[in-house]
């Protein structure tokens, strides 16, 4: 079983839709959490942390759930741009501790 | 502001030939990753360092190695390389702040072994 785990998706949402997908991990001293993008052939970008209260981000709102180890990404009113692969990061806090990536969860915005 | 610099951006190599990936991280950051991210495929942890020392290492070949010099700017040696070896490699620096270690990825290298 892989640490971090993603539905691949692809999950098409129409323009405008609400668009949500979760991310399991498994190391219960997992410290610090994340939500990258990644466009095809590009480097993945940090889109937001996800904290333990949740956060919001614009359009972006991100959950973490430390009982059952998963955390989620939901996508309001989904724009064309939005098209992406969505990376869940997970990491410890201590300095110099390796990030580990799910597997990405891929949405496409149609009109 | 200033970001993870990777060079070079594109390199083509032969069956057994050597290759050498740079990475400058961001300014400030003392941790560094390599990531190896094959067609299709999830970003594969291969090697950290963090104060010029290695912290951390994932699936990284034998025939690869790696190391961060005095100025923080880190080199991925790989030798005896592979078809198998043609993928994008991300450098990633970070630094602990209040936030966690949020990671900034260089824009990749694309190594096709032919």
């Known amino acids: 079983r892989k640490e971090v785990e993603q539905d691949p998706g692809p999950f098409n949402v129409p323009e405008g839709a609400t668009v949500a997908f979760n991310c399991t991990y498994s190391?219960?001293?997992?410290?610090?959490f994340f939500w990258y993008r990644q466009d095809c052939r590009k480097e993945p970008k940090l889109l937001m942390s996800?904290?333990?209260s949740g956060n919001e981000d614009g359009r972006f709102t991100a959950q973490l759930n430390r009982a059952s180890q998963y955390i989620s990404l939901l996508i309001r009113d989904s724009k064309l741009s939005d098209s992406a692969t969505y990376l869940c990061?997970?990491?410890?806090?201590?300095?110099?501790?390796?990030?580990?990536f799910g597997g990405g969860t891929r949405v496409l915005v149609k009109p | 502001a200033a970001g993870v610099i990777q060079s070079p951006r594109h390199l083509i190599k032969e069956k057994r030939e050597t290759a050498t990936l740079k990475c400058y991280p961001i300014?400030?950051?003392?941790?560094v990753y390599w990531y190896q991210q094959g067609p299709g495929q999830d970003p594969q942890f291969l090697i950290s360092?963090?104060?010029?020392?290695?912290?951390d290492k994932g699936s990284i070949p034998d025939r690869f190695s790696a190391q961060q010099f005095s100025d923080y700017h880190s080199e991925l040696n790989m030798s005896s390389l592979e078809l198998g070896d043609s993928a994008l490699y991300f450098c990633?620096?970070?630094?602990?702040?209040?936030?966690?270690?949020?990671?900034?990825f260089g824009q990749g290298t694309r190594l096709t072994v032919v």
């Open positions: 996800v904290y333990s």
């Open positions: 360092f963090y104060e010029k020392m290695q912290s």
């Open positions: 990061v997970v990491g410890r806090e201590a300095a110099g501790n390796k990030l580990t």
């Open positions: 190391n219960s001293a997992s410290q610090s």
């Open positions: 300014p400030r950051h003392d941790t």
């Open positions: 990633a620096s970070s630094t602990l702040g209040t936030e966690g270690t949020e990671a900034f």
